[in-house]
């Protein structure tokens, strides 16, 4: 099932997710620019390892990406719940709760994992907690699915959609744990970096809400998107 997009319009331009947005996609394709051995020393000077711990590859390694699937899933995720998480916040303090997050998220995958020598790459963390942010803020909203075989479109609530992906990357995190883990080079999906950074969306967004912007509007996912002039 892939997400297209919820039912909430924004009701300002969403600045910093469409910059975040557009940083995230130049540094992919910087990437590409590349040769293959250029592409891989460029995660692993600004990826985050946990074995040696920056703070400033905190930030640079929330811009890496491993590929292009990578990329796509995290910038459509970002999307369609970053617009109006923004909206509910104002645009400063959506950039500190991202960057939050961020944080929040490398800090747990860094202690359940301190000795891995695999860079840690993508903004998946920060956008983790955008969507617990979302869940907190807007629990009755619908998303649109895309179900691809076979093609068709269906409306899930947010936080059906929300909740079952927490609980699967907390599974999954269970049995990426070191007890399971092969060995310090061994990769893969950051899972507790997932599930830490929605659990800090849910604990900051009630700090960072900007209680005037309660008014909600809706559309039916169906009909085409109504104009936004910010």
């Known amino acids: 099932m892939i997400p297209l997009r919820d039912v909430i319009p924004s009701r300002t331009t969403p600045g910093v997710t469409l910059t975040l947005i557009a940083c995230n996609v130049l540094v992919y394709l910087f990437g590409l620019l590349l040769t293959d051995q250029g592409r891989e020393n460029l995660i692993i000077a600004f990826g985050l390892v946990p074995a040696y711990f920056s ?6 390694s929330m811009f890496m990406h491993g590929g292009l699937a990578h990329l796509a899933g995290n910038m459509l995720f970002l999307w369609i719940f970053g617009d109006n998480v923004e909206d509910r916040m ?19 995958q860094t202690a359940l994992h301190p000795t891995s020598l695999v860079p840690m790459v993508g903004a998946s963390g920060a956008i983790a907690g955008v969507m617990g942010a979302y869940l907190v803020l807007y629990p009755q909203s619908r998303i649109l699915m895309l179900f ?6 269906f409306e899930l609530p947010a936080v059906v959609f929300l909740a079952g992906w927490f609980v699967v ?4 995190g269970l049995t990426s744990l070191p007890l399971f883990e092969r060995d310090a080079l061994s990769g893969g999906v950051a899972f507790w970096a997932h599930v830490a950074g929605l659990a800090a969306g849910v604990v900051l967004v009630p700090f960072l809400k900007r209680p005037e912007r309660t008014r909600v509007e809706w559309w039916d996912p169906m009909e085409p998107l109504p104009r936004q002039d910010a």
């Open 55 to 60: 703070v400033v590859n905190i930030f640079t």
């Open 148 to 153: 691809p075989f076979p093609l068709f479109l």
């Open 90 to 108: 104002g645009h400063g303090r959506f950039v500190l709760f991202y960057a939050a997050c961020g944080i929040a998220a490398a800090w747990a």
């Open 169 to 172: 990357q907390f599974l999954n």
